[in-house]
């Protein structure tokens, strides 16, 4: 039998058997969906948002999803003009109930959002009687742009300490507050949040989108009975931007709290990115709705065999590696230089590091017409390593330091 590393971490005091969790969204809908994504093994799943029916009529329209599709790359992000859940909250109560009943040894947690005082406090309560280990405080769901509930809220610091407070003094389980990345700066909303008793924080939610417009007709995308909006954008197109984030609120010391990463997570790679940049616990939407649950199968797998090989006990061990690595852009040491080094025997002669170079870097890149390969001009390389990222051939470039006091190019003087 294969040998599996512990992936077990605690998280808001709470112990998850690995750290992958769904997010809040229609992959944990109801009681039978988180059923089966619990069995595939996931470790905890964030409930659809819920919200009280008496306070808003959640309306979600239709069609209401658009796919980023470049070139022949399909579905590398998703835009969706999705609310919170519409069903009854009765029904949704009785789920979590069902699910804590049948998976007690599994993390449940319950997303809320209020409208008002009072439906924070009902909505937290209510969760908490139905068996939720955690709270998820949704303050960030593009769609609800009430001005107060959604991400407007998310981006109101005082809206967001005082709901939070509200909701810590409605109940005894810990609470994450979700963050928009809809802002410039997550740092003071994180900060208006912990002020209010959050232990954790969560990011990203979608960020504000427009994915693509149809030309006949003049109308972007997804076509809404002739109208569209710029909503929540998801997968994998958005990494980069949660990683950032969630390096951000890592590296706060102000804010000093666990961080649950969300954002394009499809593979245990990018799983084991978020880790290293702080993240202590992993959700995921935009990869289930494509792949289905069975995607966590092989995050386990290839985390597990990662720490194995690297003899790593503990994910304790490598949260936030990465993160402590990342300086201001002032802070680079300048005097480091490299240039390009092309290796003839791999070059196929297709010419793109020329073309790259000549009209978008520093023309140091020479193309002998009549071998057809490509050289570098040392003096005039400013190591940008444009040519190697357009190369199609895996390692025919890479790079070498070189002494900075024989480069006379103007870049680094
Ligand atoms: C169709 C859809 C519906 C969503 N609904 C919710 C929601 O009800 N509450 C919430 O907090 N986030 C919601 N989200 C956001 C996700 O939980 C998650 O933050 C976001 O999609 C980024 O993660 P991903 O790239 O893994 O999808 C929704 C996302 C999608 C795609
Ligand atoms: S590293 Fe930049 S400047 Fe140097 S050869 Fe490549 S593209 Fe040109
Ligand atoms: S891009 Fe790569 S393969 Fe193409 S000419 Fe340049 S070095 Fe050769």
Known sequence: MKTQADLSIEFCGVRFENPFCLSSSPVGNHAEMCARAYDAGWSGIVYKTLGLEKSFKVVIPSPRLNALNVFDKRFIGLQNAEQITDRPIKDNIKDLVWLKKNYPQKVLISSIMGFEDKDWAELAKMSEDAGADILELNFSCPQMAHKTAGHRTGQDFHAVEAFTEIVKKSCKIPVIAKMTPNITDMIPVALAAKRGGADAISAINTIRAITDIDINNFTPLPNIHGHSSPTGFSGPSVKPVAMRFVSELYNSKAINLPVSAIGGIETWIDALHFLLLGATNLQVTTGIMRYGYRIVEDMIEGLSDYMIERNIQS?????????????????????????????????????????????????????????????????????????????????CITHKEVDTAKVRHAAIF
Do not use: H
């Open 315 to 395: 994910l304790t061990q490598i949260i936030g590696k990465a993160a402590q690595k990342i300086v201001d852009p002032s802070e680079f040491n300048t005097r480091f230089q490299v240039v390009s080094v092309v290796d003839e025997a791999k070059c196929i002669g297709c010419g793109q590091c020329y073309i790259s170079c000549q009209d978008g870097a520093n023309q140091a890149m020479k193309f002998d017409k009549q071998s057809r390969k490509a050289s570098v001009d040392e003096e005039r390389c400013v190591g940008c390593m444009l040519c190697k990222l357009v190369c199609p051939v895996w390692d």
